[in-house]
């Protein structure tokens, strides 16, 4: 699925070294596009049929966390660099419900992993799919999705101060009880 000028499609990774390990490809960073969601899409990503006809809209990031990502985790943007780099860097997977600034790795990448360094797309809003933690959360449609710890979701309780401000998306379908899976979501971050 690929935006008509988008510079790559959901599910690939853009190298971010050359071959002395210099950073390269900077001028994609933070870009973001739109995509749609086709039948097929939907039936690759795993997703329901209620995502077809939906948009998605991603953006360009570099991951700099140190280590590979994987599809569905949420990644904490870097914003020690204030607005000139905002949601361009990727600090790494999110450490707790602390973290408010969030994104979410490709779920269409599948098996394949983000190495550190390249670039990829980070969704921002619209249909997409979070991991679940290990011991997995129970979740009913409808419920506030926030970060968790290790890239993983947690959810939202109102009655906490704070924690409503820090919700990345609602769950639209209720989800088995398997640790590791990907559940989906609507995304749609306070933040950005």
Same mark, same amino acid.
């Given at each position: ?11 690939? #990774?853009?190298?971010? #070294? ?26 690759? !990503? ?29 990644? !904490?943007?870097? &914003? ?11 600090? !790494?997977?999110?450490?707790? #419900? ?25 969704? %921002? ?7 679940? @933690? +290990?011991? @997995? %959360? #129970? ?25 409503? &401000? ?7 379908? +209720? ?13 749609? @971050?306070?933040?950005?």
């Amino acid at each position: 699925m690929i935006d008509s000028v988008a510079d790559f499609s959901l599910g690939d #990774t853009i190298t971010g #070294t050359n071959d002395n390990g210099v950073l390269i490809n900077s001028a994609l960073e933070g870009r973001e596009y739109t995509f749609p969601v086709t039948e097929a899409v939907a039936t690759a !990503a795993g997703m329901s049929n209620r995502a077809v006809g939906r948009r998605v809209v991603a953006r360009i990031v570099r991951n700099t966390s140190g280590s590979a990502l994987v599809a569905g985790e949420i990644v !904490a943007v870097n &914003i020690a660099g204030g607005h000139a780099k905002l949601g361009q860097l990727i600090e !790494a997977r999110t450490a707790g #419900t602390g973290d408010r600034c969030c994104l979410v790795c490709d779920p269409s990448l599948g098996a394949s992993t983000v190495a550190d360094d390249d670039l990829f797309y980070a969704i %921002v809003a619209g249909p997409t799919k979070i991991k679940q @933690p +290990a011991s @997995p %959360v #129970t979740l009913a449609s409808g419920d506030q999705l926030m970060s968790g710890a290790g890239g993983r979701l947690d959810v939202v309780d109102p009655s906490v101060n704070g924690e409503i &401000i820090k919700s990345l998306g609602t769950v639209v379908q +209720a989800a088995s009880t398997t640790g590791d899976e990907l559940v989906e979501v609507e995304l749609a @971050p306070e933040w950005v």
